[in-house]
């Protein structure tokens, strides 16, 4: 059942998705943060919209991400990669915060992120010069601050909107559970 936080949370994320912004909810267990996307990508138009999903745990690594990016979009033309024409793909990452740091502090799926909102693409891992250029996708994503790392890098959230979900309150929950 929606809650006046769900149905604000959702208008927020589709004024988003209109103009392909992302956006990364933030908070603790249990604020409905993954239900709020999931509810929204299953409302959305299958003809104009395409959704992918991955749960990031302290072992994602950049390869693993990429090979899951990869398979949801199809060749274009030359090295152009995205989904059908006039559609849009959004990838949705829960708990983006869990990837292990490495020694320089980094995490590599949330590097791959970066790089291809910044620049739209991809290596082929095993022709370096070859890159795969991505077009038509947008990304949103949550994550929980008490668990994982407790930052993500900030050359990536200057891309997104980050949105602050509370846990209910006590009257909201009544009507949730009783």
């Known amino acids: 059942m ?37 509810n929204y990508f299953n409302g959305l138009d299958k003809d104009v919209t395409l959704t992918g999903s991955m749960n990031f745990n302290s072992y994602t690594d950049s390869a693993a ?30 708990d983006m915060n869990m990837p292990y740091l490495d020694k320089y502090g980094t995490q590599s799926p949330i ?13 082929d891992r095993d022709h370096l010069e070859e890159k795969k250029y991505l077009v038509d996708c947008m990304f949103t994503g949550c994550m929980n601050p008490k668990s994982g790392s407790f930052i993500i890098d900030l050359r990536l959230t200057r891309h997104s ?18």
């Open 161 to 178: 909107t980050l949105v602050a979900c509370l846990t209910s309150e006590r009257e909201i929950l009544k009507t949730i559970y009783f």
């Open 2 to 38: 929606p809650t006046a936080d769900t149905t604000k949370n959702t208008f927020l994320l589709n004024l988003h998705v209109m103009a392909k912004k992302g956006v990364i909810y933030v908070g603790a267990a249990g604020t409905g943060k993954t239900t709020i996307i999931s």
């Open 111 to 123: 590097c791959l992120i970066r790089q291809i909102i910044d620049y739209g693409v991809v290596y």
């Open 65 to 94: 991400l990429q090979v899951v990016i990869e398979s949801m979009v199809d060749k274009r033309a030359g090295r152009t990669y995205g989904p059908p024409p006039s559609k849009t793909l959004i990838y949705f990452f829960d």
